[in-house]
């Protein structure tokens, strides 16, 4: 089993940044995409950004478009997901998942494999 561990979370005010990143215990040929959720508290998780591992597409919610941009290293099997100008909005966990090919918009059932979450606060 592929273990997933984010790290990068923390606190900052509106209109700071944050990089998170979600590093893979190794590679594996039954995953192709990486997906960042999150979800605050009382609601539902929800897909944030994702990226197709072999031709590097990308794909972003509307709310984060502009401001939040995923990316990957391949030799270190590591996904990022940069932060900028981050709004009190933006505050939840956030968790690194994968799946077998990349489909959006996605959805949380969809994925197989999912990490402990990371928290990001951010404040007015």
């Known amino acids: 089993q592929v273990q997933h561990v984010e790290s990068g979370g923390g606190s900052v005010q509106a209109g700071g940044s944050l990089r998170l990143s979600c590093a893979a215990s190794?590679?594996?040929?039954?995953?192709?995409?990486k997906a960042w959720f999150r979800q605050a508290p009382g609601k539902e998780r929800e897909a944030v950004a994702a990226?197709?591992?072999?031709?590097?597409?990308?794909y972003y919610a509307d709310s984060v478009k502009g401001r939040f941009t995923i990316s990957q290293d391949i030799d270190k099997n590591t996904v990022y997901l940069q932060m900028n100008m981050l709004r009190p909005e933006d505050t939840a966990m956030y968790y690194c998942?994968?799946?077998?090919?990349?489909?959006?918009?996605?959805?949380?059932?969809?994925?197989?494999?999912w990490g402990q979450g990371t928290q990001v606060t951010v404040s007015s």
């Open positions: 998942a994968a799946r077998l090919f990349c489909v959006w918009p996605t959805y949380a059932y969809a994925y197989d494999y």
């Open positions: 190794e590679h594996s040929n039954s995953i192709t995409c």
């Open positions: 990226i197709s591992l072999a031709g590097g597409a990308t």
